[in-house]
């Protein structure tokens, strides 16, 4: 199996979704676009699109966004399954036809999901038991045909439209990642949000090994779709 994996900067990396990939026996190559990197030109077996800072709608700002929306329709036009990650999950919602924008709060933390009747029967979806760990504030509204797997009282959280799947939480991030972020993107956040910097991350550290069983338990079950 060959697997692309989309980056989004330095800070994106697999993190627990290498796990699944080696358990899986699956090749994967990185691509970022935002680093300079050429729009692949081969085919996949599938491909994973993880976070990043930036809007899905920001292509004035990120024009590259442009070519990389322009690949993933091309992908799901030809029905390779594609995974979208926070920021790949608003990508491929404006891709199929629906909206990425700048939702009206933060959300970030330990959440706990809310599944559709449709979310409780996907195994993928299933994987995702417990709490997981989300940081964002943009979102999107999904377009007809779209199936609406997972959400909280604030956001949308998990949907399947064709070969496409979208979570916008943080299955792969790892305590490393997490302290990457911190040092980049500052406390400022989750100060907000009513969390103590410290212990969020003291407790990311600590179930570390939970997220990480969900993680690739989640990762692998859509690798062997």
């Not at 796990?19 to 729009?39: I, K, P, Q, R």
């Not at 969390?195 to 407790?203: A, G, N, Q, V, Y």
């Amino acid at each position: 199996m060959n697997v692309l994996v989309f980056a989004h900067g330095p800070l994106v990396t697999p993190g627990w979704l290498a796990d699944a990939l080696a358990e899986v026996g699956a090749e994967h190559t990185m691509v970022d676009l935002s680093e300079g990197d050429a729009v692949p030109s081969d085919e996949w077996d599938k491909v994973v699109v993880l976070g990043g800072h930036m809007g899905a709608y920001e292509t004035d700002k990120y024009p590259w966004l442009v070519s990389e929306k322009d690949f993933l329709r091309e992908q799901l036009e030809q029905e390779t399954p594609v995974l979208g990650v926070c920021l790949g999950s608003q990508l491929l919602a404006d891709v199929i036809g629906g909206r990425a924008y700048l939702g009206d709060g933060k959300e970030i933390g330990f959440l706990t999901l809310d599944r559709t009747e449709a979310g409780a029967s996907d195994p993928t979806v299933a994987a995702l038991d417990g709490t997981v760990v989300a940081w964002h504030q943009d979102t999107f509204d999904l377009p007809d045909g779209a199936e609406l797997l997972a959400f909280t009282g604030r956001y949308p959280h998990a949907f399947r439209y064709g070969s496409a799947l979208g979570v916008q939480s943080h299955p792969e991030l790892t305590p490393e990642m997490w302290a990457g972020w911190m040092a980049e993107e500052g406390s400022g956040d989750l100060e907000a949000a009513g969390l103590d910097p410290s212990e969020f991350s003291k407790r990311l550290a600590d179930e570390s090994e939970r997220l990480r069983v969900q993680a690739v338990a989640f990762f692998r079950s859509w690798l062997e779709e």
